[in-house]
């Protein structure tokens, strides 16, 4: 395997989980079997570039955040998440 597939493989795991999505769920979205997804982030099976292209707009990202984790978004998009989840954070500490 290529390191490309190794991370495609663990980007759609982590965009999966992130939109809390099953493999079931998922499979719904992008109409294609769960047992397909399994073997996909299993590394036994390559995905279809028109699958990518499912896969992506079932959870709402680019298909080259399957690829590079949030690379298209901008710098000031990643700030502004950023700083967001970390004044969350903040104010949890500070009020407990």
Avoid: W
Avoid at 35 to 46: F, M, P, Q, S, T
Avoid at 82 to 89: A, R
Wanted: net charge negative; glycine share 4%; charged share 25%.
């Amino acid at each position: 395997m290529n390191s490309y597939f190794d991370d495609f493989r663990m980007n759609l795991k982590f965009y999966r989980e992130k939109c809390s999505f099953s493999q079931f769920d998922l499979a719904v979205q992008a109409d294609c079997s769960n047992a397909l997804i399994g073997n996909i982030e299993a590394g036994r099976v390559k995905p279809s570039f028109e699958t990518i292209v499912k896969f992506s707009e079932a959870l709402q990202v680019h298909p080259a955040d399957l690829f590079l984790r949030e690379t298209s978004k901008s710098n000031a998009q990643i700030r502004q998440e950023l700083k967001e989840t970390i004044g969350k954070v903040i104010d949890e500490i500070v009020l407990n």
